[in-house]
């Protein structure tokens, strides 16, 4: 039987691919500091032989987890999602983010280094910055202020990129890199600071919906089923290198908040703040790559996903 290691594995997509994972017969480590992970996003594999949960931060090193199971069985995929991913979260924790793109990922290399294992990193859209270049392929170096207070994710993430690629040239290590876009969907946490959390939490609530800025940036929202079931066809391609892995369809934050507003069936008002800073314009996947080499494409719509979304927040106290 196949194993694999998924750091941040209690997190909102670290957990889906768990259960994915062992759902094609894998037995799965879950490697997890709880920081902004939460073991009852692992509820289903409680009790399942073929699952283990080590709390662990990654950053301190993993290379004794293979202790935690039978020795003699190898480690076939690493799949590397530990960090903080939401903009609260990350500049709450900025020192904690700069090292688990940077020392955590070494580690998480090492580990499949040692085990001659495929390796795939979780980076994000967050490493086009602010685009110039609309919508934004792999190839685009992207528009990322360095120093401004977002920069201890970006840099992060462009860090881990780089250190995941030269593990390729270097070592010959089999490597993937998903750049995500906006996932959202059951588990990820109410009012976690990702705007679809938030405007579900406080029409919810009755609370007012908060908009950052005139609400005209643009989004593209892609539903966690569509995401889990793009980063299991890169890890099973042949590909090396970045991939885009989100839904291209655009949408501006304020219609996203009408549209939260007509499914909860909210009369929530909606309150406009300050933008922070370098928050981006705009962001939408050119997905021509992942068409091409995967065969995939979304198949869920913002209005269906984010349905379902609600329906799970209202059966889980959200």
Not at 30 to 40: F, H, K, Q, S, Y
Not at 187 to 211: E, H, K, W, Y
Request: aromatic content about 8%; some cysteine.
């Amino acid at each position: 039987m196949p194993r694999a290691v998924v750091t941040g594995g209690a997190g909102f997509l670290g957990s889906h691919l768990c259960c994915t994972l062992r759902a094609r017969n894998f037995k799965v480590i879950a490697i997890d500091n709880l920081l902004t992970g939460n073991r009852e996003n692992l509820a289903d594999l409680e009790g399942d032989p073929g699952f283990v949960f080590v709390e662990r931060d990654v950053i301190d090193g993993i290379a004794d987890v293979v202790d935690h199971v039978d020795r003699s069985e190898s480690i076939d995929l690493v799949l590397h999602f530990a960090s903080p991913a939401s903009p609260p979260e990350y500049l709450a924790h900025p020192i904690a983010t700069l090292e688990v793109g940077s020392i955590g990922t070494r580690h998480a290399l090492d580990l499949a280094y040692e085990h001659h294992a495929r390796f795939l990193l979780a980076s994000t859209s967050e490493v086009y910055g602010d685009p110039l270049v609309h919508p934004q392929p792999e190839s685009y170096w992207g528009n990322v202020n360095s120093v401004g207070p977002r920069a201890v994710y970006d840099e992060a993430k462009r860090y881990a990129e780089a250190l995941t690629m030269t593990y390729h040239r270097l070592h010959g290590l089999d490597t993937k890199i998903a750049r995500i876009f906006n996932t959202y969907g059951p588990r990820l946490r109410p009012g976690d600071g990702r705007v679809v959390s938030n405007f579900l939490a406080q029409a919810m609530r009755g609370d007012p919906i908060t908009i950052y800025g005139a609400g005209t940036q643009t989004r593209s929202f892609c539903y966690v089923d569509d995401e889990v079931r793009g980063l299991l066809a890169l890890l099973d391609s042949d590909h090396i290198g970045p991939m885009n892995i989100g839904n291209p369809e655009e949408f501006t934050v304020h219609e996203l908040a009408e549209l939260v507003h007509e499914i909860v069936g909210s009369d929530s008002e909606l309150v406009f703040e300050p933008l922070p800073d370098d928050d981006p314009r705009q962001r939408r996947p050119d997905v021509a790559l992942a068409e091409q080499i995967l065969d995939w494409r979304p198949a869920v719509g913002l209005r269906e996903g984010l349905a379902h979304t609600f329906d799970w927040y209202r059966g889980n106290g959200g």
